[in-house]
């Protein structure tokens, strides 16, 4: 007698969904962490404007995006018969959550300063523009969410995850291993016990999550070492913060900031088109950890989310994040995106994410986007083709401009005046050497993506779609989308450029166009591989 399977309905916590919590918890805590230092340290906004104003509704995106994805991930784990579907992590979109912090919502607060408001007026006309820039975002991220399956089948694995590798690598990588070895004592530990319990599956003399236990040696380190007079220049303790109870209702301020956003629309509208880009390459790369969402789907779920989080408040957009496979790798199933989710937005609420955000110290959150790096990197290779390897690689490069372009561009580091001397400044041979950084860095996932299209079509003897890949890129960079010559990365018409910036805009095209016709020209030739 055969007995027909049955499907046992998925857990809603495992033991790796504590992991997970942790860990999807610590990344928004840490994004936040930073938006909170840029606006509130570098520029002034007053602190109680960006925590009871601005994170209420960035929390809420964040909870409505998490609580969809876990749906999502119960709905094919009781399609598939699987136990082991991990859900898509949703979050703050690093780097352009640090984008709008150094290059919209900062300026913006000093130039509504300059026109005569005051502190409070400027800050809330300066949330008023973070609504509308997301609901903006939002509803450009709604739209082209129903084009995500066609790209993803039209373009090369290695495009797809090596664009987003060299993000991890650099962005989710190098920039919070800065902050983490800011305090080397207390950020180094973290970081190799995070190492010890998640890549060496290292034990622990207690039974407690790893990502727990590492917080917690962390935090005593700082504060222990801080109290004791060992701890690194500029140690205090925060004051005490108020729970208070501040829910994020939809309200129509979002209209007020709406006519402010114009000026930084070129900037807003290349931030959400590569979370749109960033959706379809984290969608690939779960479905190369076994997990097949409809990539139309996720991209939908997150534009919803940033828009809502628009509507009521929020300045940062939402993203589905890239350490899925890092997650499922730690044994999380669906669990730790509704954990993280209500924990977020609930703390959100509460006022409990933001005293978090100014008690946790730096150096023990942005370990764990260290490792979400390094996981994402190395998935890139393992998932790719051992021929397209050299794409993966070539991919990566865009990144690292753009991470130096985000050192740079900080007023902290280089004034804005001097930042554009720089840029403008002459050298013996060539473009300026910081113009062309910043060029190649703007529009940084989209280049990749298409220089590793280019190449996957090349190592496959195809010239002539190479050829073309190369001549959409020269096309993409006459306006600005890839290679912008605006040192902010915004977009405009090839007309209207003038001097050093429509030299430059040229000459990035004029190479696109010069490659194409050398590899159409290659193509004609019979027997064309060579170097076997």
């Known amino acids: 007698m055969t007995q027909t399977p049955t499907h046992r309905t998925p857990r809603w916590i495992v033991p790796g969904d504590i992991n997970g919590f942790f860990g999807l918890v610590v990344d928004n805590l840490s994004i936040l962490g930073f938006i909170a230092m840029a606006l509130v340290g570098l520029f002034g906004v007053p602190a109680d404007i960006v925590f009871t104003r601005m994170f209420p509704g960035t929390a809420l995106g964040v909870l409505l995006g998490n609580l969809a994805y876990t749906w999502m991930a119960r709905r094919l784990a009781a399609r598939s018969g699987r136990d082991d579907v991990t859900a898509m992590p949703l979050g703050l979109d690093a780097p352009t959550s640090i984008g709008m912090a150094l290059l919209v919502l900062g300026p913006a607060f000093l130039a509504f300063k300059a026109d005569g408001l005051d502190e409070r007026a400027a800050a809330i006309a300066t949330w008023q523009l973070g609504m509308a820039s997301l609901v903006v975002m939002g509803v450009l991220k709604t739209v082209l969410s129903f084009a995500g399956d066609w790209i993803t089948r039209t373009l090369p694995r290695a495009a797809l995850l090596g664009s987003i590798g060299g993000a991890a690598l650099a962005l989710l990588g190098f920039l919070p291993l800065v902050e983490t070895l800011r305090n080397p004592v207390v950020g180094l530990v973290t970081l190799g016990l995070l190492l010890y319990v998640l890549v060496a599956k290292g034990r622990l003399p207690v039974r407690v999550p790893g990502v727990l236990f590492a917080f917690v040696v962390g935090t005593t380190l700082y504060y222990g070492l801080g109290l004791a007079g060992l701890g690194t220049p500029g140690f205090a ?20 900031g709406l006519p402010h956003t114009v000026p930084y629309l070129p900037l807003l509208l290349p931030f959400g088109l ?117 794409a993966v690689v070539l991919a990566f490069l865009p990144s690292l401009a753009y ?70 890129a020269g096309a993409l960079t006459l306006f600005g989308v890839i290679h912008s010559v605006d040192p902010r990365g915004g977009v405009y018409l090839p007309w209207a450029l003038e001097g050093l910036r429509q030299v430059i805009a040229w000459q990035f095209a004029g190479a696109y166009a010069a490659l194409a016709v050398v590899l159409g020209g290659l193509s004609l030739q019979a027997g064309r591989r060579t170097g076997d």
């Open 237 to 256: 303790v925060p004051d005490p913060v108020p729970l208070v109870f501040v829910p994020p209702w939809p309200n129509l301020g979002f209209l007020e």
């Open 403 to 472: 991470l130096l372009v985000i050192k740079l561009g900080n007023p902290a580091w280089i004034a804005p005046e001097h930042f554009t001397a720089l840029y403008a400044q002459t050298g013996s041979h060539g473009l300026p050497e910081l113009a062309t950084l910043t060029t190649l860095g703007n529009g940084f996932i989209i280049t990749a993506m298409l220089w590793a299209t280019a190449l996957v079509a090349m190592i496959e003897g195809r010239l002539r779609a190479a050829a073309l890949v190369l001549l959409l």
């Open 274 to 390: 590569l979370m749109v880009v960033g959706g379809i390459n984290v969608s690939e790369s779960a479905r190369a950890a076994g997990d097949d969402y409809r990539t139309r789907d996720v991209l939908l779920v997150e534009a919803l989310a940033t828009l809502v989080a628009g509507v009521c408040g929020g300045v940062a957009q939402t993203t589905p994040y890239i350490g899925q496979p890092a997650y499922k790798q730690m044994g999380a199933r669906s669990g730790y995106t509704l954990l993280a989710g209500l924990f977020v937005g609930i703390g959100g609420v509460l006022g409990l994410v933001a005293g978090l955000v100014q008690w946790l110290p730096l150096a023990v959150l942005a370990p764990i986007i260290v490792y979400v790096g390094i996981g994402i990197t190395v998935q890139a290779f393992r998932s790719t083709s051992e021929h397209h390897a050299p």
